[in-house]
């Protein structure tokens, strides 16, 4: 079962994501404010992340630049969601992903799927590169 942490600090929001991707699979850890994101994550250990742009504390961006800065979350597929186009600020910041909200819970899950998937596909070419 993927691990997702949701990072949304609207409690409604975050509770019916975390109830829409239990159902279709995922764990899911909680977390409010994008200053505790790092610390969590690495008591966790997500597969992906599901990132508000606007966070109370913190911008996505700014959370996605200092999960990228640690080795263990460099290629961890990253989705960061907001209400407003702001898609090239987010992955230039390096998220996987950018999504505009409202998120379709009909997709959400196979959105997911498809990143965990293909990260994994890329971490095993990366370990098993193939002779030319």
């Known amino acids: 079962m993927p691990k997702i942490m949701i990072v949304d600090d609207d ?3 975050a509770m019916l994501l975390q109830t829409l991707l239990s159902i279709d699979g995922f764990e899911v850890c909680l977390v409010g404010r994008g200053k505790e994101v790092l610390a969590r994550a690495r008591q966790e250990h997500p597969d ?16 996605v630049r200092n ?15 907001s209400g407003m186009n702001v898609e090239e600020e987010a992955t230039a910041a390096g998220a996987s992903l950018f999504l505009i909200k409202p998120l379709d819970p009909g ?12 990260s994994a596909r890329q971490a095993s070419a990366d370990h098993n590169p193939s002779s030319p």
């Not at 992906?48 to 959370?63: K, T």
């Not at 999960?67 to 969601?81: G, M, N, Y």
């Open 11 to 13: 409690r409604t929001t």
């Open 48 to 63: 992906i992340f599901l990132i508000d742009y606007h966070l109370a504390d913190s911008e996505g961006p700014e959370v």
């Open 67 to 81: 999960l990228r800065q640690d080795p263990e979350f460099a290629v961890t597929p990253i989705v960061i969601a």
């Open 107 to 118: 997709d959400l899950a196979s959105i997911l799927h498809s990143l965990l998937q293909a």
